[in-house]
């Protein structure tokens, strides 16, 4: 077997791993913590956080579906003050590379939040959540709309410092995913997180209700991983120097290799670890495996190989 040397570089970050949380499935790093230590992932994403504390939406919140997760947490959050005070610091001293999410729900908020943000020490990132499908008005989930996803992007790319790179979350729910990635590129983006949740519902036969409080919610999980390898694959193919960090439904190292091959350079790992708390480090040693099974040296080297083995590039 080959030696991996997993160090990857994402959007200029050297990390030791290209493996990642993701967002809003395990809060600010401390219950994770209790599986395997934080800071050996490679990067570790915070649940959105908004300006203010919230409760969310109304219960229940949740609900299974074949190979998936419907949810509808709706934000919820101690709000930037208490982030800024005891989450992100516990983060930083751990030595986690900690990736910041932050939701709003003006262009106002979120130039506020990338404010308070940027201005912390020890931060790898910012990942602008403009993909939340849980809000009231789907007007206001800014990725669906490649202008105004640049508006937000290129507000929140100004109040960060120039060293911490931007990644805009994109949303699989739109008609041409690569017109909204290259929107947000020209604004300023860094790159790219795809792809955040589905929108989705369940109806309960027996109440002859909505399962979800909030009707609607976020569909993730397994279910999904084929849509997101899709959109990783897409916009790799028309942006190929675009950093992408590819996150749908990522189970396995051999799930991870597949968003490689398709054009990520690193990944996020999410629903499973509701059911599977190490599964973070778990995908670091799988993803190494799989690697040196195939003879490859570091995960650079399968960036995007999936379309050179193609007839068709789109
Ligand atoms: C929330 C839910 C999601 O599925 C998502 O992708 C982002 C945010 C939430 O409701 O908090």
Redesign the pocket.
Known sequence: MTDVDLTTNVAGVTLPNPVMTA??CAASGRELDQFFDVAELGAFVT??IMLQPRS??PTPRMAETPSGML??????GPGIEAFLANDLPWLVARGARAVVSI?GSTVGEYVELARRVGACDGVAAVEV?I????VENRGLVFACDPAQAATVTAEVRREVPADVPVLAKLSPDVTDIVAVAESVMSAGATGLSMI??LLGMAIDPDTLRPVLGGVT??L?GPGIRPVAVRCVWQVHAAMPEVPIIGVGGIRTGADALEFLLAGASAVQVGTVTFHDPSAPMRVVSELADELARRGYGKPAEVVGLAHQRSGDAS
Do not use: D, E, F
């Open positions: 967002s809003g649940k959105s969310g939406r949810n509808s947490i709706g934000l919820q939701a959540n993909s939340c499908p849980n955040n949740t919610g976020g993730s």
